[in-house]
C-alpha cells in the first residue's frame, strides 16, 4: 500500500507541513534560503505525488503535480516555491530503475482514487518541505521582556481561533503603564497578502492588586464649547503674562546696561567681576561668611575657589597609574567644559554588577578588583606627587577595561592635602544614583 501526503492549512498565520522521514541537508539548506530570499505568499499547499496531471480534489484542494524523478542525493523545488521534495539513498539492484511508481487500479475506501495511483518512492529519506509563516514578536511590560519570540499559533497549540490569554504583573509608578509589542523582524512577512505580519492584540485589561481610592471609570464628555473658551481665556492671559516678562527684562538690562557703562567709562576702574564668580567665591553669599556691617551693606569673606572641572583636570594631570582612568585633554571653547577620557567598552563596575553588560565576575575577579581600587586609593593617599582624597568613591565612578582592571575616575570632589599633617577634615562631599 503506498503512502501519501495530504494536504493541511493552517489558517490566516502560517501553515504546516506534513513531513516524511528524514531529509538531507541540502535541501534542508536551500528551503532555508528560500524562506529568507523568496517568501511564499501561500498559507497552503496540496501535491499529487509523483503524477504528471494536477486534480481537484473531493476536499477542494488542488493538487499539483510531482513528475520530477529525484534520484540518489537530488531534490527538486517548484517553480513558484511553494513546496519542494529531497531524496537520499538508491536502489543498488536497480540502478536504472524509477523512483516513482503507477498503478490503474482503484481504491475502493478513497473518494478521490486517482491520487493513489501514483507514488514516490526512496530507498532511504524522503522528505516534502515548504515555506513555513509564522507571527512572531517580543512583548514588553514597563520596559522588561516578558515574553521573547512569542509565537501565537504554537502558544494555541497549533490551532486556528483559539483565543490565547497572556497575565503578567508590573509595578505602576508615576501614573504611566507601558505595554509593548515588538516586532523586531521575526517570522515572516507575506502570508497570507503583503502586509500580513508583525504584533497581534484583540483586547487588554488592567486591573489593581490591591483596593483603589480613586474612582474607577471612563471619564465622562465635557462640553466642548467650555473646553474652548478656557483655552482662549488661558492663551489670553499667557500671552499678557508673557509680554509684560519680556517689557521688565528689557527694561532690566537696559539699566544694569547703563550701569556697567558708567564703571567702564571710570578712569583706573577696579575689575569687574561677575555676579555667578562672586556667588561661587562667597558659597551663595553664606551668612557663615558674613566679616561685618559696612556703610553699603553685609561684607562677605570669599575664596578665589577653582571649579570642580579645573580640579579635575589639574587632579588627573598630575597623577599616573594603572588603577586610575587616564585623561587625554580637556575642551574649554564650548559653553560646557568637557573631559577626554580614554574608553573602557566594559563600562562602570556598577552596570557590571547590576546593569545588563553581559559580564559575568567570579569571586576571584571581584576580589582582585577590589585589590586594584584599594592599590590605587593607595597610591592617590600616600604615594602620589601630589596627596589626594576622592570623596567620592562608588561602584559608578569605577571603570574596567578589558582585562577587568579597575580605573578610578571622576576627581570633580577630589581635595589635596597636606602630607604632614595626620588628619584631614573636609565638608561632606559625594554624588549618589537615582
Not at 521534495?85 to 536497480?94: C, D, M, Q, R
Not at 486591573?207 to 464628555?221: A, D, E, H, L, S
Amino acid at each position: 500500500m503506498t503512502s501519501r501526503c495530504s494536504r493541511t492549512s493552517s489558517g490566516s498565520h502560517g501553515r504546516l507541513l506534513w513531513l516524511l522521514l528524514a531529509c538531507s541537508c541540502v535541501a534542508a539548506a536551500r528551503a532555508q534560503q528560500i524562506a529568507r530570499t523568496d517568501p511564499t505568499e501561500d498559507s497552503s499547499f496540496a501535491v499529487d505525488c509523483g503524477s504528471n496531471r494536477s486534480l481537484t480534489g473531493s476536499d477542494n484542494a488542488f493538487y499539483e503535480i510531482d513528475p520530477t524523478n529525484t534520484e540518489a542525493a537530488s531534490y527538486y523545488v517548484t517553480g513558484q516555491t511553494r513546496w519542494g521534495v529531497s531524496n537520499v539513498g538508491k536502489f543498488n539492484e536497480a540502478p536504472n530503475g524509477s523512483y516513482i511508481i503507477y498503478s490503474s487500479q482503484q481504491f475502493q475506501n478513497a473518494l478521490d482514487s486517482e491520487l493513489f495511483q501514483t507514488a514516490r518512492m526512496s530507498p532511504s529519506s524522503l522528505r516534502y518541505y515548504g515555506i513555513i509563516g509564522r507571527r512572531v514578536f517580543d512583548i514588553y511590560v514597563q520596559g522588561d521582556l516578558k515574553e521573547k519570540n512569542f509565537d501565537i499559533r504554537k502558544t494555541a497549540g497549533g490551532k486556528s481561533y483559539i483565543a490565547v490569554y497572556k497575565k503578567y504583573n508590573a509595578t505602576v509608578s508615576k501614573n504611566f503603564l507601558e505595554i509593548h509589542l515588538f516586532w523586531a523582524g521575526k517570522g515572516t512577512c507575506c502570508i497570507p497578502t503583503q502586509g500580513y505580519y508583525g504584533p497581534m492584540i484583540s483586547a487588554l485589561s488592567v486591573t489593581p492588586n490591591f483596593t483603589p481610592t480613586v474612582r474607577n471609570g471612563v471619564p465622562k464628555k465635557k462640553s466642548k464649547a467650555g473646553a474652548i473658551a478656557g483655552i482662549v481665556v488661558g492663551a489670553s492671559v499667557l500671552g499678557l503674562a508673557a509680554l509684560f516678562g519680556v517689557f521688565m527684562l528689557v527694561k532690566k538690562r537696559r539699566r544694569v546696561a547703563q550701569q556697567q557703562e558708567e564703571l567702564y567709562n571710570m578712569v583706573g576702574r577696579p575689575n569687574v567681576f561677575s555676579n555667578a564668580e562672586l556667588k561661587l567665591a562667597t558659597d551663595n553669599f553664606s551668612s557663615q561668611n558674613i566679616l561685618g556691617e559696612g556703610g553699603y551693606g553685609p561684607v562677605y569673606k570669599g575664596n578665589q575657589g577653582k571649579s570642580q572641572f579645573v580640579t579635575e583636570v589639574a587632579t588627573i594631570s598630575a597623577v599616573q597609574h594603572r588603577n586610575l582612568v587616564k585623561l587625554y585633554g580637556c575642551c574649554i571653547d564650548s559653553n560646557t567644559p568637557l573631559l577626554v577620557y580614554e574608553h573602557h567598552k566594559n563600562g562602570s563596575l556598577d552596570r557590571a554588577l547590576f546593569g545588563d553588560s553581559g559580564l559575568s565576575l567570579d569571586w576571584p575577579t571581584r576580589f582582585e578588583i577590589i585589590l586594584g581600587i584599594t592599590r590605587g586609593l593607595t597610591y592617590l593617599h600616600e604615594e602620589s606627587s601630589v596627596h589626594i582624597v576622592h570623596r567620592d568613591i562608588k561602584a559608578s565612578n569605577v571603570l574596567l577595561d578589558t582585562n577587568l582592571t579597575p580605573k578610578i575616575s571622576d576627581f570633580g570632589l577630589a581635595k589635596l592635602f597636606d602630607e604632614k599633617k595626620t588628619h584631614v577634615s573636609t565638608k561632606i562631599a559625594g554624588t549618589f544614583m537615582q
